[in-house]
């Protein structure tokens, strides 16, 4: 079976659309007035430096989210939303590429950018423990927070990617796909191990990357419970967050995830469901773009400044 081919071409498709339509939406809605603040912001002397990695490298506790109760959806839904960026390939562009498949590339120099305009712009990466304990108690975050996430355990967000980030001490979650584990391209049992060893948090994507809303029968057992205990023996660590493949969901997945251990879920552009918001964690797949484009839809497409 090949891997890194699950998604069809009409979902990437869809998923390309909206996610131009969320990008265009954040551009014109930005006036003067938040144009001379973005400027402002970017220019601040208090803006870090690539070399003060002060704000970043401070350890944070991370809260015990076994003892934390689930706030009603009202409340979750009332607290601003973090910035959550969603990341495939780190790698140059070939000519073999597609336009399609270019919106999934990010060259290493863009990424090196975006990594920096980050850092210099005061931002603080969580991880989904932290989101978890704010989202229902309310549980401060460091300032300016963003959560860096990596989809399909390409071997280049460890060769690559990591490197980058480790000079800003930013820490990442990478969804895995367990049917790539070990192939060429892909991330290792090791480098998974790695990965949380140093503070990451590795959590699923299914086995294959099928769209969850297909799901039937054992599909449960194989998508998400296997994957599961796999991932947990490769790390020694509970496994308890998931993105949907194409960040396409049901209501009908929820109750199944939940009953297999899971305690949020990632999407990508849909509104979050009124019943249950931890289940449909709003993210936006990052393209190619500038540093300053970026910055933009951040502040534009979330509500926490």
């Given at each position: 079976?090949?891997?890194?081919?699950?998604?069809?071409?009409?979902?990437?498709?869809?998923?390309?659309?909206?996610?131009?339509?969320?990008?265009?939406?954040?551009?014109?809605?930005?006036?003067?007035?938040?144009?001379?603040?973005?400027?402002?912001?970017?220019?601040?002397?208090?803006?870090?430096?690539?070399?003060?990695?002060?704000?970043?490298?401070?350890?944070?506790?991370?809260?015990?989210?076994?003892?934390?109760?689930?706030?009603?959806?009202?409340?979750?839904?009332?607290?601003?939303?973090?910035?959550?960026?969603?990341?495939?390939?780190?790698?140059?562009?070939?000519?073999?590429?597609?336009?399609?498949?270019?919106?999934?590339?990010?060259?290493?120099?863009?990424?090196?950018?975006?990594?920096?305009?980050?850092?210099?712009?005061?931002?603080?990466?969580?991880?989904?423990?932290?989101?978890?304990?704010?989202?229902?108690?309310?549980?401060?975050?460091?300032?300016?927070?963003?959560?860096?996430?990596?989809?399909?355990?390409?071997?280049?967000?460890?060769?690559?990617?990591?490197?980058?980030?480790?000079?800003?001490?930013?820490?990442?979650?990478?969804?895995?796909?367990?049917?790539?584990?070990?192939?060429?391209?892909?991330?290792?049992?090791?480098?998974?191990?790695?990965?949380?060893?140093?503070?990451?948090?590795?959590?699923?994507?299914?086995?294959?990357?099928?769209?969850?809303?297909?799901?039937?029968?054992?599909?449960w057992a194989t998508q998400i419970e296997k994957p599961t205990k796999q991932l947990e023996a490769i790390t020694g660590k509970?496994?308890?967050?998931?993105?949907?493949?194409?960040?396409?969901?049901?209501?009908?997945?929820?109750?199944?995830?939940?009953?297999?251990?899971?305690?949020?879920?990632?999407?990508?552009?849909?509104?979050?469901?009124?019943?249950?918001?931890?289940?449909?964690?709003?993210?936006?797949?990052?393209?190619?773009?500038?540093?300053?484009?970026?910055?933009?839809?951040?502040?534009?497409?979330?509500?926490?400044?």
């Open positions: 079976m090949k891997t890194h081919t699950f998604r069809s071409k009409p979902e990437l498709i869809a998923i390309l659309v909206i996610a131009f339509f969320c990008f265009m939406a954040a551009n014109c809605r930005m006036d003067a007035s938040a144009k001379a603040a973005e400027v402002k912001s970017n220019t601040s002397s208090d803006d870090k430096t690539e070399g003060d990695k002060s704000a970043t490298s401070a350890p944070v506790k991370m809260p015990d989210v076994d003892g934390i109760k689930v706030a009603d959806p009202k409340t979750i839904l009332g607290r601003p939303e973090v910035p959550i960026l969603c990341y495939h390939q780190i790698r140059d562009w070939k000519p073999t590429d597609s336009k399609t498949a270019q919106a999934y590339i990010v060259p290493p120099a863009s990424f090196a950018e975006q990594m920096k305009m980050l850092a210099d712009s005061g931002y603080h990466t969580i991880l989904p423990d932290q989101l978890y304990a704010y989202l229902n108690e309310g549980t401060p975050l460091p300032s300016k927070p963003v959560m860096l996430t990596f989809d399909d355990t390409d071997l280049d967000q460890y060769t690559v990617a990591k490197p980058i980030m480790d000079k800003y001490d930013f820490k990442g979650v990478f969804f895995v796909m367990t049917v790539s584990i070990g192939r060429p391209r892909y991330m290792t049992k090791e480098q998974i191990k790695d990965l949380s060893d140093k503070g990451h948090t590795i959590a699923s994507h299914t086995w294959d990357h099928h769209n969850v809303k297909k799901y039937q029968g054992n599909d509970p496994v308890k967050y998931f993105a949907y493949p194409f960040g396409l969901w049901n209501p009908q997945a929820i109750p199944e995830l939940k009953k297999r251990g899971m305690i949020a879920a990632f999407q990508l552009y849909a509104p979050r469901d009124e019943k249950d918001p931890l289940f449909t964690i709003r993210r936006i797949i990052v393209p190619a773009m500038k540093p300053a484009a970026l910055y933009k839809s951040m502040r534009q497409g979330f509500g926490y400044y």
